[in-house]
């Protein structure tokens, strides 16, 4: 063989090595920097879930809360209902009285006029004084 084929061999085999090893090292740096950006995400990862934990906790503790809020706004809906009707009945109650009272007072009336105006004048006079004190 020619020594100048040899070279030329050598040479080609040289820049073939060369051209492996740039290609190898790139690779290399390349994949450095793929893991360097995948762990950088990584720890972005991990730092944004805490705080998406933190206001998923916030989330939920409000909604409890407003739940027993819903909760106690309820109940008291139910004790206003209940009143109410503890008040219609008492009013009910107080309405029947009161007619009865005024059927009576038109008898009475009819039996004698003037002895209603002496227990109206009566009653008036005994409200300006104080109650007699009663014994215990």
């Known amino acids: 063989m020619d020594s100048s084929v040899v070279v030329g061999v050598v040479i080609a085999v040289a820049v073939i090595v060369v051209v492996i090893v740039v290609a190898l090292a790139a690779r290399t740096v390349r994949s450095n920097r793929r893991r360097a950006e995948a762990q950088r995400l990584a720890q972005e990862i991990e730092d944004k879930t805490r705080h998406v934990e933190r206001r998923e906790a916030v989330a939920a503790e409000t909604e409890a809360r407003a739940r ?54 009566s009653e008036r006079v005994s409200s300006d004084e104080p109650a007699p004190q009663q014994r215990r």
């Open 68 to 121: 027993a809020a819903e909760a106690e706004a309820e109940a008291k809906a139910a004790e206003a209902a209940r009143l109410k009707d503890v008040a219609a009945g008492h009013r009910d109650a107080a309405g029947s009285a009161r007619a009865h009272l005024d059927e009576r007072r038109e008898r009475a009336e009819e039996l004698s006029p003037d002895i209603l105006s002496d227990t109206a004048e």
